[in-house]
Every structure is written in structure tokens, then in C-alpha cells.
């Protein structure tokens, strides 16, 4: 598509697909031009959560709303969490090595830990981790199928019913969680509003979930068919963090965005109307052959390596140094104890069902 229509209008949806490095760029930055607001009618299901979202948001109200929870996404908050994140980790590859070493990184590491991570970032009970986990994956299951089904209805009333009795009882006895601090903060003189308080939630839920999971997933993945490179990260570990960037490039988890033109607009020589729904595609971008040199080939050398894996401007992932810094810490962990680490030989390695995020279903080692 690059090559063919880099620039395509998919007459049936209406929607402009976006496909090379620069243009993609273009989308994802230009807010003026390119807004992140929910196209279409008020949405169901959970989307009505995510529309007073800071996802969702666009200036003046994006960056107040952004200003809100950068203080807890920062490198250093985050490096403080590096030792709870190297126990847990380390506690998860504990369960599978005493399986004998086989088992499915998925469930048993990738999936486990960033949930966690995030659960007591946010002060859920232990307790509830489980049906946390299953608001995540329906929710993240409509943004692949698009809105309407009954039991993601039911999910989004559940999740509210228990994020509003949450709220509440923080409101009543504050700790020292992202929620509390939410609750106590400010814009303007003004508090959040319950719907941005939720949508502030069931964001950082999503976004922080299952993108994680398969950026440790992707990597093992890669580890599995560059052997050559598991040899040298074994003698040399600082090159993890190279690494870990060469696969958000070469299987970015996300691979699309989606924005709406705000005026008639010119993207690859293609007129846009306004109102349009536009994709941007992060996959295909750090896949141009314009941007890097022999894109195609998984290269942990490669610099520099500008991808576009986390997005670009203003709604730059917020997540980005909770995120690398879990992959890494999985990573260490599974290269120390299963040194000889790969996908079982003859596995059948299943793609999830999604045209946004990428990742395995299961990934048995
Ligand atoms: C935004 C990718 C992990 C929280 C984004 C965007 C991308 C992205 C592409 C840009 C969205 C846009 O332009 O509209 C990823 C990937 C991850 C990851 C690939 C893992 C490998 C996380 C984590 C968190 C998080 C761990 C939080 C715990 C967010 C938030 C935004 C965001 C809050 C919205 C920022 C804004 O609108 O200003 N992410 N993400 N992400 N991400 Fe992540």
C-alpha cells in the first residue's frame, strides 16, 4: 500500500487510510488539522467512557488533562517502580520455571505483570485483579470488533458501578494511589468530573494492558527467529533497550490510530473532506522504506531508529517508560533463568484477531 496507495480511501467505510512514514507522522501531530475526537454519534458501550478521555482530548483541554498525570509517568516515578516490577517478574518466571520451563509466556508472564503494574498503580485491590483483568480484555476485544455487543454493555456498566464505589471510598480515605491523586487535583480551580474520573480509568486500563503484553510477547517472538541475537544479549545485556526498540519498530503493538479531519485537507497529493475518519498506520510507517534502511529485516544495530511505535506530538504515549521499563525487566528475567529460551519447536503461533493491536494469542516456550 506504501508503494500503491500510500494515501487510500476506502469508499465502503469512508475512511482515508494513511500509510507512509511521513504522512503517518503528519496525522498523529497535526491536531489542529487532525483531531482525536470520537468521530460520529455519541457512542455506546465503552466508547462513552473513553470520550472524556485525555486519548480523546484535544488542545486547550488535552493538555491540562495531560498535565494531570505526567508527574506519575515521569522516567524517575517510574524507575522507583523498577524493584516491585523485578519481584514480580521475577516471581512470574519463578511459577514457570518450576513448570519445567515450558509454558505460555502470554499467560503465565506477558499478560500477568502489567496488569499488576497497573492495578496497584491505581490502588485495586488484589482481590479484584481478576475481574480488572476481564473489563480489559472486553474492552480491548470492542476496540477490535467495534461497538455494540451486549457483553461489552454489561462490562462497561459493571466497571463503572465498581470504579464509582472506588472513587468513593478514595474520595472518603484518600491513599497514595493514581486515584487519590486524581480526586485531589485540579485544572483551573476545578475538580475532574465523575466522566473524565472514569475515563481517566478505563484508559489506563486499556492503553496499559494488553499493548505491554505483546510488546513481551513480539520480543520473544523476534529473540525465537534471530538466534544470533539471543546469543549476544546473553553475553551483553546492555543491548536490551535497542533491542526492545527494534521490535516495537519491526511488530509495533499498535498498529493504527485513528483521527478525524477537523478541515478539507491534502495528505499524499489526496484531498480529505472534513469530517473524515482517518487511519494512520503505525505498523506500516516503521515499515517504510523511505524512513529505514532494509526495513524489512530485524536489525538491533539500527540507528538511529526513529519509530513511530508510541505515536508522535502531543498524544505521545504516556505509557512509554512504564512500558519499556517492564519489557526490559521481563526480559532480564526470562534471559537469566531460561537462557536457552524459544518458541516450542512446530508450535502453530495464532495472531490475535485485531487490525490494532499486534500480538499472539499464546506464545509457548
Ligand atoms: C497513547 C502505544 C503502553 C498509556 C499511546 C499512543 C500509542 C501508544 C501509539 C498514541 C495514541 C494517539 O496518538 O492517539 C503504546 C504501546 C505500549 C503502550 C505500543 C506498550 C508497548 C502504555 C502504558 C500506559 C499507556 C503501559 C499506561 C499505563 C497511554 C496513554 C495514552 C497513550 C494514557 C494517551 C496519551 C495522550 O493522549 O496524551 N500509547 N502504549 N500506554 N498511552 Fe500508550
Same mark, same amino acid.
Given at each position: 500500500m506504501r508503494a500503491a496507495a500510500p494515501v487510500f480511501h476506502d469508499e465502503q467505510s469512508g475512511s482515508w487510510h494513511v500509510f507512509r512514514y511521513d504522512d503517518v507522522q503528519r496525522v498523529l501531530s497535526e491536531h489542529a488539522? &487532525?483531531?482525536? @475526537?470520537?468521530? =460520529?454519534?455519541?457512542?455506546s458501550g465503552s466508547g462513552q467512557l473513553f470520550a472524556s478521555s485525555l486519548i480523546t482530548a484535544d488542545p486547550p483541554r488535552h493538555r491540562q488533562l495531560r498535565s494531570l498525570v505526567t508527574q506519575a509517568f515521569t522516567p524517575k516515578a517510574v524507575d522507583a517502580l523498577a524493584p516491585r516490577i523485578s519481584a514480580l517478574a521475577n516471581e512470574?518466571?519463578?511459577?514457570? *520455571?518450576?513448570?519445567?520451563?515450558?509454558a505460555d509466556l502470554i499467560q503465565d508472564?506477558? +499478560?500477568?505483570? #502489567?496488569?499488576?503494574?497497573? /492495578?496497584?498503580?491505581?490502588?485495586? #485491590?488484589? $482481590?479484584?485483579?481478576?475481574? &480488572?483483568?476481564?473489563?480489559s480484555d472486553t474492552i480491548v476485544s470492542q476496540t477490535r470488533t467495534g461497538p455494540g /455487543?451486549? /457483553?461489552?454493555?454489561?462490562?462497561?456498566?459493571?466497571? *463503572? !458501578? +465498581?470504579?464509582?464505589? %472506588?472513587?468513593?471510598?478514595?474520595?472518603?480515605?484518600? =491513599?497514595?494511589? %493514581?486515584?487519590?491523586?486524581?480526586?485531589?487535583? !485540579?485544572i483551573e480551580g476545578q475538580k475532574l468530573s465523575v466522566p473524565e474520573l472514569l475515563g481517566f480509568c478505563? %484508559?489506563? %486500563?486499556?492503553a496499559g494492558n494488553e499493548t505491554t503484553t505483546n510488546l513481551i510477547g513480539n520480543a520473544v517472538l523476534c529473540l525465537s527467529e534471530s538466534p544470533g541475537t539471543l546469543d549476544r544479549l546473553l553475553k551483553e545485556p546492555a543491548l536490551l533497550p535497542q533491542t526492545l526498540?527494534?521490535?516495537?519498530? &519491526?511488530?509495533s503493538p499498535v498498529q493504527s490510530m485513528y483521527r478525524v479531519s477537523v478541515a478539507e485537507t491534502e495528505v499524499g497529493g489526496e484531498r480529505? #473532506?472534513?469530517?473524515? #475518519?482517518?487511519?494512520?498506520?503505525?505498523?506500516?510507517?516503521? @515499515?517504510?522504506? @523511505? $524512513? &529505514?534502511?532494509r526495513a524489512a529485516e530485524f536489525d538491533v544495530d539500527r540507528s538511529p531508529n526513529r519509530h513511530v511505535a508510541f505515536g508522535h506530538g502531543i498524544h505521545f504515549c504516556l505509557g512509554a517508560p512504564l512500558a519499556r521499563l517492564e519489557a526490559r525487566i521481563a526480559l532480564e528475567a526470562l534471559l537469566a533463568r531460561l537462557p536457552g529460551l524459544s518458541v516450542a519447536s512446530g508450535a502453530h503461533l495464532e495472531r490475535m484477531e485485531s487490525t490494532i493491536v499486534y500480538g499472539l494469542k499464546? *506464545?509457548?516456550i
Open positions: 488539522t &487532525f483531531s482525536s @475526537r470520537m468521530g =460520529g454519534d455519541a457512542p512470574l518466571v519463578d511459577g514457570m *520455571v518450576a513448570r519445567g520451563g515450558s508472564l506477558a +499478560y500477568p505483570l #502489567p496488569v499488576i503494574v497497573i /492495578s496497584e498503580l491505581m490502588g485495586i #485491590p488484589a $482481590q479484584d485483579r481478576e475481574r &480488572f483483568k476481564h473489563w /455487543s451486549g /457483553s461489552q454493555d454489561t462490562t462497561t456498566s459493571e466497571m *463503572v !458501578e +465498581y470504579f464509582l464505589a %472506588l472513587i468513593d471510598q478514595r474520595r472518603s480515605r484518600p =491513599g497514595e494511589d %493514581l486515584i487519590s491523586s486524581l480526586l485531589s487535583a !485540579e478505563a %484508559l489506563l %486500563l486499556v526498540e527494534e521490535v516495537l519498530r &519491526f511488530r480529505i #473532506p472534513a469530517g473524515a #475518519p482517518i487511519v494512520a498506520w503505525i505498523g506500516s510507517a516503521n @515499515r517504510d522504506e @523511505r $524512513q &529505514f534502511e499464546a *506464545v509457548p
